[in-house]
């Protein structure tokens, strides 16, 4: 299924790292129905955005799901955020470990959610 997904604002790859900034739109069909009096960003969008964008940074990583490990949601993500995704996919493991955060006004990182998926090639 084709859906919106953040704009990409900036992306670094570095063999198998990648640092991604994502602009989070108010208008994207994740935040509908996710608390109509607090929007936030679902954890099931983070965990498909993460495997979204590896997939497109990380040319020979297998594309089936395979599982996940330490996940973790700390701090909500808002509508119209903007966020850094950060990606490094540990080939001899195939595991993805990803992390979303941001930085407020005064310069202080937030970590919003992170953990490890595995990837399997697909059957």
């Given at each position: 299924?084709?859906?919106?997904?953040?704009?990409?604002?900036?992306?670094?790859?570095?063999?198998?790292h990648?640092?991604?900034t994502?602009?989070?739109?108010?208008?994207?069909?994740?935040?509908?129905?996710?608390?109509?009096?607090?929007?936030?960003?679902?954890?099931?969008?983070?965990?498909?955005?993460?495997?979204?964008f590896?997939?497109?940074?990380?040319?020979?990583?297998?594309?089936?799901?395979?599982?996940?490990d330490?996940?973790?949601?700390?701090?909500?993500?808002?509508?119209?955020?903007?966020?850094?995704?950060?990606?490094?996919?540990i080939?001899?493991?195939?595991?993805?470990?990803?992390?979303?955060?941001?930085?407020?006004?005064?310069?202080?990182?937030?970590?919003?959610?992170?953990?490890?998926?595995?990837?399997?090639?697909?059957?």
């Open positions: 299924m084709n859906r919106p997904m953040p704009t990409l604002v900036d992306r670094h790859i570095v063999d198998h990648a640092v991604i994502l602009c989070v739109d108010s208008k994207l069909d994740d935040f509908k129905g996710h608390f109509p009096s607090f929007a936030l960003l679902p954890g099931v969008s983070q965990l498909d955005w993460a495997v979204h590896a997939r497109d940074c990380f040319q020979n990583m297998p594309t089936a799901f395979g599982g996940m330490v996940i973790k949601f700390q701090q909500p993500i808002l509508p119209n955020s903007t966020i850094i995704l950060t990606l490094d996919w080939v001899d493991k195939q595991k993805l470990h990803f992390s979303f955060s941001s930085t407020t006004p005064e310069n202080e990182q937030i970590i919003h959610s992170s953990g490890k998926i595995s990837m399997r090639v697909a059957a």
